[in-house]
């Protein structure tokens, strides 16, 4: 497979490069161009974070490693920042050594974001477009209540918690996710909801979960005040 084979999903105001085999990797910009710039640029941010995963990524040499394998049509959730379209084989089922893959690429996401959050406690987060105002419990709130949402779409029921903290939520999603993506692998979870909803494949899941998950922790990062 060609590593650095990408999708440009384009809305109206943003584009989105996303790579078509490194879940989570893919940036934003005002064009193609810039999108593909940006992406090249968090190569090796990329790198770092899956560096606790054992799969071996390195970094393309040039914009011009880079291919592109298609162009899709974006939404209101592209231009707001969030990369939602499906690739062309996205309905294919998953195989197992991408179930593998995909499980060691997400656990080493969010160990990721783990370690953003930590660093960032009691640290003051500089305002401005990057996140707002939003401190950093708002944050992994947020991250959490994606994460549940996120499942909900994906077709997966997680198993309740009694009054539970943010990180024991945080840590039981993380976990049911994983159910969620055995049961998928095993043809347990309807491509469609009761009511004739389309549900997310396993493949995108993955790629909006691990792009969230990174997505956030890079922000922490960068807001961080020293």
Same mark, same amino acid.
């Given at each position: 497979?060609?590593?650095?084979?990408?999708?440009?999903?384009?809305?109206? =105001? #943003?584009?989105?490069?996303?790579?078509?085999?490194?879940?989570?990797?893919?940036?934003?910009?005002?064009?193609?161009?810039?999108?593909? $710039? /940006?992406?090249?640029?968090?190569?090796?941010?990329?790198?770092?974070?899956?560096?606790?995963?054992?799969?071996?990524?390195?970094?393309?040499?040039?914009? /011009? !490693?880079? /291919? &592109?394998?298609?162009?899709? +049509?974006?939404?209101?959730?592209?231009?707001?920042?969030?990369?939602?379209?499906?690739?062309?084989?996205?309905?294919?089922?998953?195989?197992?050594? @991408?179930? +593998?893959?995909?499980?060691?690429?997400?656990? /080493?996401?969010?160990?990721?974001? !783990?370690?953003?959050?930590?660093?960032? $406690?009691?640290? @003051?987060?500089?305002?401005?477009?990057?996140?707002?105002?939003?401190?950093?419990?708002?944050?992994?709130?947020?991250?959490?209540?994606?994460?549940?949402?996120?499942? =909900?779409?994906?077709?997966?029921?997680?198993?309740?918690?009694?009054?539970?903290?943010? !990180?024991?939520? #945080?840590?039981?999603?993380?976990?049911?996710?994983? =159910?969620?993506? +055995?049961?998928?692998?095993?043809?347990?979870?309807?491509?469609?909801?009761? #009511?004739?909803?389309?549900?997310?494949?396993? =493949?995108?899941? &993955?790629?909006?979960?691990?792009?969230?998950?990174?997505?956030?922790?890079? +922000?922490?990062? !960068?807001?961080?005040?020293?």
């Amino acid at each position: 497979m060609n590593s650095f084979e990408i999708f440009l999903e384009i809305g109206q =105001k #943003k584009v989105f490069a996303v790579s078509a085999h490194w879940p989570g990797w893919a940036r934003a910009g005002r064009d193609e161009l810039t999108a593909i $710039q /940006s992406l090249w640029d968090s190569a090796s941010r990329y790198a770092k974070a899956l560096s606790s995963s054992g799969l071996q990524f390195l970094p393309p040499k040039s914009l /011009s !490693d880079f /291919s &592109i394998s298609g162009r899709l +049509e974006g939404n209101i959730t592209t231009d707001f920042g969030a990369p939602d379209a499906f690739f062309p084989h996205d309905a294919e089922a998953i195989e197992i050594f @991408e179930l +593998e893959r995909s499980k060691k690429t997400l656990d /080493s996401c969010w160990k990721a974001l !783990d370690q953003a959050m930590l660093a960032a $406690q009691g640290k @003051e987060l500089k305002r401005g477009p990057r996140g707002g105002g939003r401190d950093l419990d708002k944050i992994i709130q947020h991250v959490v209540e994606a994460e549940e949402g996120y499942l =909900k779409v994906f077709g997966y029921k997680p198993a309740k918690l009694d009054t539970p903290s943010i !990180d024991e939520r #945080k840590s039981h999603l993380r976990e049911e996710a994983f =159910k969620g993506l +055995e049961l998928a692998f095993s043809g347990q979870i309807s491509k469609v909801g009761p #009511k004739g909803g389309k549900r997310w494949p396993p =493949k995108f899941y &993955i790629r909006r979960l691990a792009w969230h998950a990174l997505d956030h922790a890079w +922000e922490i990062e !960068d807001r961080i005040l020293s």
